[in-house]
């Protein structure tokens, strides 16, 4: 009996409610394609750096799972709180509380379990999207199959029902204590406005807006991690504290009773709003924080996105470089490796020069906006550190020229006494017009600046860090050697193959261990030492995205650096997908499940002579002020950090566009699933009321 009794109640239930079913199967969705990614043995195969977004992903499941299990606590609460007289009922006919307890559970579990299996029907076809996608990052072609991984399946059956289990044993607890009284008093408890103190509860607002503003100033500034945590969670406190502050706003508007309020429709639009946002404080601040977080990883995803393939071309422009500390290394030994796996289409031993002069180290130290360290010291000397050479890097004419050739790009000619610059694009902001003022002693010349040149030619370390000085070949012939490089265009792919045995040739002949013969090495050794990663003695002042190494094989390396970024990317897509879907599940029910409430309402609307059409205004006007509270307060709230960081972000890394393009497109298409949302709720509220 109780069984029928359940499955009656979760099929009108998934009627009542079907925004909500709607985005559990988009949640369920989600949750199967994206941890498909995980499992996916043909991701696997193709990165060695599967488990990076394995781990991501994972991490990411678990606020996913918190989030999900609130809005099922919170929708579970609620139609508790809607159908309460119906379980005093129930009660008064004789069910015990643990039979009403087990009978709501199976209702909620059964709507649960419908979206569940629709959902993984759905997630089936979301994850050949997210393939093509994700093999698309990496130029490769993906044929269209659905990977069924047992593993997978456990996983998003075991997180989904883990949401669950999360928010029915509190559901579970509330039956417990409560009493027929309670059960039946407990639908009016949303329509009770408490008041008092408004006048007070206003500076709220004006202190929660004073604190996001100080934690935006400390922003800018800088400060420890343990003050970073405390201003975070102050900051928290601030957005919920914010909406006490709006709703006495509203009330006391209310209650100044001004003549503009009585026009048009106004006092009853103020009325509603006041009603719902002093009775869903805390609700309307989880809705800000949920879609202020979402467009703030929206925003950080489209960064990393966007930046990738620019961080590659910059730093790889060539299929294989090698950087040796040896000044007269011939590189015959990584020559021969190369010709067992690939033909050398082009290849050039170049070399890198100094002549103790700290000039152009002394220029880039104290006007490049990225630089991290001290480089001037109080007696003014010059102080290399990790980002500069100890000296200034020179390069031959002649050697620039055919680098540019290899790349594709016009060879470039000098006076007798000039030389050029060869910098990064985002440098090259930070110059003023004194660069072309920098006169440079080289080689017993006096030489002036001609040009400056920014295509990209890999200034992590290996073709000098941030800068390298081109000059005529004669010059270069009065230097000392500082490094060697060896660059060079293959037939065909690099592949990890090849780039193992480079190492293993290069590393040797430098006296280093490669990274598994050092992991060996520690078996049975309780002191770890600390490994080499490279011979670079210098890697410039990129952050964020950086490649830095003596040694690059640019398919494999460009592949492990997408996979990285795309373990980023992807983990925050998903956690912006579900964070907004929440938030707008929330708004929607609560409005489409309060409508019949409503109807009473706009009933004696009409009686009053208001026509159809002017109710459907109202209905949407109201709507939109609902929708809109924690919209805007979210986009005000996240649009400078997110802005600030995307600035930062093009600062250090030379990307494309500034924070206000990452977050407009973030905000877009935010937006656009609202409007999806809010059209839902529209034309059901409508529905509803004119029933």
Known sequence: MLNKLAFRNAKRSMKDYLVYLITMMAVAAMMFAFNSLIFSKDIQAMCSEAMILGAMLGLVTFFIVLIVAWLINYMTKFMLEKRSREFATYLLIGLKKKELSRLYMKENLLIGTMALFLGTGLGTLLQQIIMTVF???????????IQMDSWCLFMTISCYYACYLFALIRNRRVFKKMSIAELLQMERKND????????????????????????????????TIGIAMLLIAGFIVSVY???SGISAFVVC????????????????????????????????????????????????????????????????????LIHSPLPKDNFSEEISTIQLYNNIQNQRIYRIYKDGSQAMNRYFGTHVATVLEKHIDQKGNFISGNEYYTYDTYMK??????????????????????????????????????????????????????????????????????????????????????????????????????????????????????????????????????????????NGTDQILVMVADLFVRDIDTSDFKFVVTSVTFPLTYIALIFVCVALTILAVQQLSDSGKYKFRYEVLKKLGMKKGEIDKVVFHQLALYYLVPAVAAVAISSVIAIYAGNQFVRYTGAEGNGMYYFGISL????????????????????NVNE
């Open 397 to 538: 004419l002649s050697d620039y020229n055919v680098l540019r050739e290899m790349l594709g790009e016009k060879t470039v000619a000098l006076g007798k006494n000039e030389y050029a610059i060869h910098t990064k694009t985002r440098i090259q902001g930070d110059f003023g017009d004194d660069i072309f003022h920098q006169k440079i002693a080289a080689g017993n010349h006096t030489l002036l600046l001609s040009e400056v040149y920014t295509e990209a030619f890999s200034q992590n370390g290996i073709n000098g860090a941030d800068y390298m000085i081109i000059v005529p070949d004669d010059i270069c012939e009065k230097m000392d050697v500082y490094y060697s490089v060896y660059a060079a265009d293959i037939e065909g792919e690099g592949t990890e193959e090849l780039k193992n045995s480079l190492e293993e040739v290069h590393r040797h002949k430098h006296g280093v261990l490669t990274y598994d013969e050092y992991e060996a090495s520690l078996e049975g050794d309780e002191e770890e030492g600390e490994w080499q990663g490279d011979l670079l003695k210098a």
């Open 241 to 243: 504290t914010m909406f």
């Open 192 to 223: 009770e406005l408490k008041m008092g103190h408004e006048w007070l509860r206003q500076y709220l607002f004006f202190l929660s807006a004073a604190y996001i503003l100080f934690v935006y100033f400390m922003m800018v500034k800088g400060c």
């Open 253 to 320: 508007r209310i209650q100044k009773k001004g003549k503009r309020i009585y026009q048009k429709n106004r006092l009853f639009l103020y009325r509603q709003l006041s009603s719902k946002v002093c009775t869903m404080r805390f609700t309307m601040g989880t809705l800000t924080i949920l879609l202020a977080c979402s467009l703030l990883g929206s925003s950080v995803s489209l960064m990393f996105a966007k930046y990738q393939s620019q961080a590659i071309d910059n730093t790889v422009p060539f299929d294989v």
């Open 135 to 145: 093999y698309s990052v990496f130029s490769e072609d993906y044929k269209l199959h």
């Open 668 to 687: 877009l298409i935010t937006a656009g699933i609202y409007m999806i949302y809010f059209a839902a709720t529209y034309i059901g509220f409508k529905r």
